[in-house]
């Protein structure tokens, strides 16, 4: 990100509850040309910072002391709806995750990737298009069919059959980790139509969000390999 692609540096609240965390990403985020306005140490200072200096968004881990991370993000989007929020998380804590994203987040990373991801993901998140890591999504794909029965599987079958080609397209690249502007580069078209495109198909699905897309795609037996 550059001061050429935005009228203004987005302006960043830091949540975690270690301090070298809090450091090291302050620095990490001054790096893409955000500006970090402040940081919390736990989900209740958070919600009064965003309170007080209302950021456009919000890096939150996920396990937080006093307040949750769901719990903080709900209260927040509750006290500015347009806040977005990108969820933090450490591998294995899938259920917390998936609070998260009920929760409203719009975009997810593992700890221990961002350092490459945090950029594509600030991009991603405030152009509206939303940010899954790939490690954290394939991990939630793993969860989630390994719960599917086969009612589950034969619902999916059938949502995912009434997507148009371009559209189960669109939804396997999603599955795959595909950011949009590396899906319309793929299929040919501009990020605008991958947006409409995925507006499309969580209204056909049912679902909101990426990941929920990939979960759907997974279920449905046209997910990617997982390793």
């Known amino acids: ?50 309170r007080e200096h209302r950021p456009e968004l919000v890096l939150m881990d996920v396990s937080m002391p006093v307040i949750a991370g769901p719990a903080a993000t709900e209260e927040i989007l509750r006290l500015v709806p347009g806040t977005r929020v990108i969820a933090m998380t450490s591998l294995g804590t899938e259920e917390a995750l998936t609070s998260m994203i009920s929760a409203g987040a719009q975009g997810f990373l593992v700890k221990d990737r961002v350092f490459d991801e945090i950029e594509q993901a600030i991009d991603a998140v405030m152009a509206g298009e939303g940010f899954a890591s790939p490690r954290a999504t394939a991990q939630l794909i793993r969860r989630a069919s390994a719960g599917s029965d086969d009612a589950e599987r034969r619902d999916a079958r059938e949502r995912f059959a009434a997507l148009s080609p371009r559209e189960q397209e669109v ?44 979960i759907l795609v997974d279920r449905a037996g046209h997910g990617p390999a997982l390793s």
């Open 1 to 50: 990100m550059t001061q050429a692609d935005i009228s203004a540096p987005v302006r960043v609240l830091i949540v975690d509850d270690d301090p070298i965390v809090r450091r090291s990403l302050t620095r990490l985020v001054a790096h893409t040309g955000a500006s970090v306005i402040g940081d919390a140490a736990d989900g209740s200072l958070a919600i009064a910072a965003v």
């Open 171 to 214: 939804a396997r690249l999603v599955a795959d980790g595909s950011t949009n502007p590396q899906i319309g580069d793929r299929l040919f078209v501009s990020t605008s139509t991958v947006k409409t495109h995925l507006e499309q198909i969580q209204a056909k699905l049912g679902v909101a969000g990426r990941t929920h897309i990939a």
